[in-house]
């Protein structure tokens, strides 16, 4: 192929692969596959390896996070990003309504109505069609630089589609997170033993503040834009047009939207929107309100902080009064003592609330929540009831108690310690039931060793009449002891016994996992496995050892090291070896061609999956790790390599494609 048809195949990729990103994931409408679409990315990647010139800031190849940042630059937005005004009922949209018709007078005009995403404002700066500047809002004149991380949004278009794009527009929007994909990261969090986070919104937030762009690329972020700041050339005449404008450049907006010739029809809009509110992929806290025709906006102007032609309108979250007849205290698996508020039952967005959260004690002094209170609680994000305020009027002069963290574990009575830098309470008595429980239930799940059939009533039943105190516990049961617990037949007694001696056999990582070592999460525990390959060589380790695996750093080395160097665990191995417990360990090497080599995959490849090339990479010697660091010896980049390459280029590790990584595995 000579040079010119290079160029002009490479821009064919080009196009072909932004058209597939525009349908996967802004109209989620893909007509190709997986292997498809690796096809053509590769076929692009390999064309701008041969001809370097051909590679361009703004080629599907190049969406991945850059080297980690050492802080955020400024950014000036050349229009000030305002904040909408925010209204609560109807009778302040009506004033609104007449504020706008008295400034306009007898001009006719139009309202849109389109969701309020409950997200993080950003705005998107394109110059000659390419992506130049992501900023966040910050005082609405300056904000922080985050072009990085925004790059790494497979929904923000790196070069803008169609024709003649204006030479130079700046595009707002609203990042956030799909409702499905906060849930999969807060369950990734916790099996990986680290805080969930509260809600979509501060998920959100964080994300955006990390100065990792490839940590960012690891989290399910999207954006919906919904309006310009500077926009060289022509405008289009109304909000739903400039929409319909944004869409065509490829940006993602909302598909649920009205045009209203009156207020009236506006208020019958928000009330399909509020229908349609559950059904959403994101969560919304509202609807925005705007004058439709644009040449209007500026008759109308602004306040210092606010635009006189738009407003938002909140939908109120179902909020209902009932009494705090107590705080109790839940003892998690790592022994942290929670807070709860147990309520006088209480209907709240269709369902009965008896409890709350109160997270921490400084939370409950925050509020000054008081036993025996009158408090209002709602559903934050539809989902978790929350405490949002004290009916402190209601006290009428009573004295109530105020509460006070216990100075002792509640279930075992042992002493409650805080830790350094910590805020919570911690019980450090591992035969704490509590503990034992969620400690159990830990070990048997799905992502640990997977023991069919123990369930948490079984699990309450079996530690309640101790028969259970840690997992080695599980392998000395048999039918009889099964045979007087509470729904236990003679065959789910079976299910269970035959789940316990099948998990005996599971890998070793698996093991690890479920031991539930604090800061070891399912990553760090193959990466243990993968690199030391048995129980024992991990129990023996010392800190500086574990830190040279990847995925294990300070923190984590020093949690691992207590961890085996207790009696009690030392106690629980023996047990566990007697009952036959054996992991499956990698497989050992000898002297293969990656002996002592730790790569990391990204991307897809034509020839093997990910498993099968785990596999062949420990079967030669090597490990896989997770994440790229210093500690890497090489990266192995597929089609749609992800921001690892980017982080491999800027930390100056070895880049093997997939022809070459064969080649290494052949030895």
């Given at each position: 192929?000579?040079?010119?048809?290079?160029?002009?195949?490479?821009?064919?990729?080009?196009?072909?692969?932004?058209?597939?990103?525009?349908?996967?994931?802004?109209?989620?409408?893909?007509?190709?596959?997986?292997?498809?679409?690796?096809?053509?990315?590769?076929?692009?990647?390999?064309?701008?390896?041969?001809?370097?010139?051909?590679?361009?800031?703004?080629?599907?190849?190049?969406?991945?996070?850059?080297a980690p940042l050492e802080s955020f630059q400024s950014v000036r937005h050349a229009v000030p990003m305002m904040s909408l005004s925010n209204t609560y009922d109807t009778e302040e949209l009506i004033e609104f309504h007449e504020r706008v018709c008295k400034l306009l007078a007898e001009t006719p005009f139009s309202y849109s109505v389109e969701p309020k995403i409950d997200g993080v404002a950003v705005s998107c700066r394109y110059e000659k069609g390419s992506l130049a500047t992501g900023s966040t809002r910050g005082d609405g004149t300056t904000g922080d630089d985050i072009t990085q991380?925004?790059?790494?949004?497979?929904?923000?278009?790196?070069?803008?589609?169609?024709?003649?794009?204006?030479?130079?527009?700046?595009?707002?929007?609203?990042?956030?997170?799909?409702?499905?994909?906060?849930?999969?990261?807060?369950?990734?969090?916790?099996?990986?033993?680290?805080?969930?986070?509260?809600?979509?919104?501060?998920?959100?937030?964080?994300?955006?503040?990390?100065?990792?762009?490839?940590?960012?690329?690891?989290?399910?972020?999207?954006?919906?834009?919904?309006?310009?700041?500077?926009?060289?050339?022509?405008?289009?005449?109304?909000?739903?047009?400039?929409?319909?404008?944004?869409?065509?450049?490829?940006?993602?907006?909302?598909?649920?939207?009205?045009?209203?010739?009156?207020?009236?029809?506006?208020?019958?809009?928000?009330?399909?929107?509020?229908?349609?509110?559950?059904?959403?992929?994101?969560?919304?806290?509202?609807?925005?309100?705007?004058?439709?025709?644009?040449?209007?906006?500026?008759?109308?102007?602004?306040?210092?902080?606010?635009?006189?032609?738009?407003?938002?309108?909140?939908?109120?979250?179902?909020?209902?009064?009932?009494?705090?007849?107590?705080?109790?205290?839940?003892?998690?698996?790592?022994?942290?003592?929670?807070?709860?508020?147990?309520?006088?039952?209480?209907?709240?967005?269709?369902?009965?609330?008896?409890?709350?959260?109160?997270?921490?004690?400084?939370?409950?002094?925050?509020?000054?929540?008081?036993?025996?209170?009158?408090?209002?609680?709602?559903?934050?994000?539809?989902?978790?009831?929350?405490?949002?305020?004290?009916?402190?009027?209601?006290?009428?002069?009573?004295?109530?108690?105020?509460?006070?963290?216990?100075?002792?574990?509640?279930?075992?009575?042992?002493?409650?310690?805080?830790?350094?830098?910590?805020?919570?309470?911690?019980?450090?008595?591992?035969?704490?039931?509590?503990?034992?429980?969620?400690?159990?239930?830990?070990?048997?799940?799905?992502?640990?060793?997977?023991?069919?059939?123990?369930?948490?009533?079984?699990?309450?039943?079996?530690?309640?009449?101790?028969?259970?105190?840690?997992?080695?516990?599980?392998?000395?049961?048999?039918?009889?002891?099964?045979?007087?617990?509470?729904?236990?037949?003679?065959?789910?007694?079976?299910?269970?016994?035959?789940?316990?001696?099948?998990?005996?056999?599971?890998?070793?990582?698996?093991?690890?996992?479920?031991?539930?070592?604090?800061?070891?999460?399912?990553?760090?525990?193959?990466?243990?496995?993968?690199?030391?390959?048995?129980?024992?060589?991990?129990?023996?380790?010392?800190?500086?050892?574990?830190?040279?695996?990847?995925?294990?750093?300070?923190?984590?080395?020093?949690?691992?090291?207590?961890?085996?160097?207790?009696?009690?665990?030392?106690?629980?191995?023996?047990?566990?070896?007697?009952?036959?417990?054996?992991?499956?360990?990698?497989?050992?090497?000898?002297?293969?061609?990656?002996?002592?080599?730790?790569?990391?995959?990204?991307?897809?490849?034509?020839?093997?999956?990910?498993?099968?090339?785990?596999?062949?990479?420990?079967?030669?010697?090597?490990?896989?790790?997770?994440?790229?660091?210093?500690?890497?010896?090489?990266?192995?980049?597929?089609?749609?390599?992800?921001?690892?390459?980017?982080?491999?280029?800027?930390?100056?590790?070895?880049?093997?494609?997939?022809?070459?990584?064969?080649?290494?595995?052949?030895?």
């Amino acid at each position: 192929m000579t040079k010119r048809e290079a160029e002009k195949r490479a821009r064919t990729l080009h196009s072909e692969l932004e058209r597939h990103n525009l349908l996967y994931y802004v109209h989620a409408t893909p007509r190709i596959d997986d292997r498809a679409y690796d096809k053509l990315y590769r076929e692009l990647e390999d064309l701008e390896a041969q001809y370097p010139a051909l590679l361009t800031p703004d080629s599907p190849t190049q969406r991945v996070g850059g080297a980690p940042l050492e802080s955020f630059q400024s950014v000036r937005h050349a229009v000030p990003m305002m904040s909408l005004s925010n209204t609560y009922d109807t009778e302040e949209l009506i004033e609104f309504h007449e504020r706008v018709c008295k400034l306009l007078a007898e001009t006719p005009f139009s309202y849109s109505v389109e969701p309020k995403i409950d997200g993080v404002a950003v705005s998107c700066r394109y110059e000659k069609g390419s992506l130049a500047t992501g900023s966040t809002r910050g005082d609405g004149t300056t904000g922080d630089d985050i072009t990085q991380n925004i790059r790494t949004i497979r929904s923000v278009p790196l070069r803008l589609h169609g024709d003649k794009p204006p030479p130079v527009v700046e595009v707002r929007g609203e990042v956030y997170m799909s409702k499905d994909g906060f849930a999969k990261l807060n369950a990734a969090r916790t099996g990986a033993g680290s805080e969930p986070f509260a809600n979509p919104r501060n998920a959100t937030a964080g994300s955006l503040k990390l100065l990792d762009p490839s940590a960012v690329a690891q989290r399910p972020l999207a954006v919906a834009f919904y309006a310009v700041g500077e926009w060289t050339g022509d405008r289009p005449p109304t909000h739903v047009a400039l929409l319909d404008r944004l869409a065509g450049f490829g940006f993602q907006t909302f598909a649920q939207r009205w045009v209203c010739p009156t207020i009236e029809t506006v208020l019958e809009a928000l009330e399909e929107l509020r229908a349609l509110q559950a059904t959403l992929p994101y969560e919304i806290d509202g609807g925005v309100i705007k004058v439709n025709e644009r040449d209007l906006h500026e008759r109308l102007g602004s306040t210092s902080k606010s635009p006189r032609w738009a407003v938002a309108y909140k939908y109120a979250a179902e909020r209902v009064e009932t009494t705090l007849t107590d705080i109790s205290i839940q003892v998690g698996r790592t022994g942290v003592l929670t807070p709860v508020a147990e309520l006088e039952p209480v209907h709240v967005s269709g369902t009965v609330v008896s409890r709350a959260t109160l997270h921490n004690a400084e939370e409950i002094q925050r509020k000054d929540i008081r036993i025996g209170d009158r408090v209002i609680i709602e559903k934050a994000g539809e989902i978790i009831p929350a405490i949002v305020a004290v009916q402190k009027e209601a006290r009428k002069g009573r004295r109530l108690q105020r509460f006070r963290m216990p100075d002792r574990c509640p279930v075992c009575a042992e002493p409650a310690v805080r830790q350094e830098s910590e805020v919570a309470l911690r019980c450090e008595n591992l035969q704490c039931q509590a503990q034992i429980k969620r400690w159990i239930a830990h070990y048997a799940a799905r992502g640990a060793m997977n023991i069919d059939g123990l369930g948490e009533s079984l699990i309450d039943q079996l530690i309640d009449r101790d028969l259970v105190k840690n997992p080695a516990d599980l392998y000395d049961l048999t039918a009889a002891h099964l045979s007087d617990l509470e729904r236990m037949a003679a065959r789910s007694a079976a299910k269970l016994i035959t789940g316990i001696e099948a998990s005996k056999e599971r890998e070793l990582w698996r093991l690890i996992f479920g031991m539930g070592i604090r800061h070891v999460g399912a990553r760090s525990a193959q990466a243990l496995a993968n690199a030391l390959l048995t129980l024992d060589a991990i129990a023996n380790a010392g800190e500086d050892a574990l830190e040279r695996i990847p995925d294990i750093g300070p923190v984590v080395a020093k949690s691992i090291r207590a961890f085996f160097a207790a009696d009690h665990t030392i106690t629980l191995l023996a047990r566990l070896r007697d009952a036959g417990v054996s992991p499956q360990s990698p497989e050992p090497t000898n002297g293969g061609s990656l002996d002592g080599k730790t790569l990391v995959l990204t991307g897809s490849m034509q020839s093997m999956t990910r498993d099968e090339a785990t596999q062949a990479i420990q079967g030669r010697g090597g490990s896989v790790s997770s994440s790229v660091s210093r500690k890497t010896d090489y990266v192995v980049a597929g089609s749609d390599a992800g921001s690892k390459l980017a982080k491999a280029q800027a930390l100056g590790i070895d880049v093997l494609n997939e022809k070459s990584f064969i080649e290494i595995l052949k030895g």
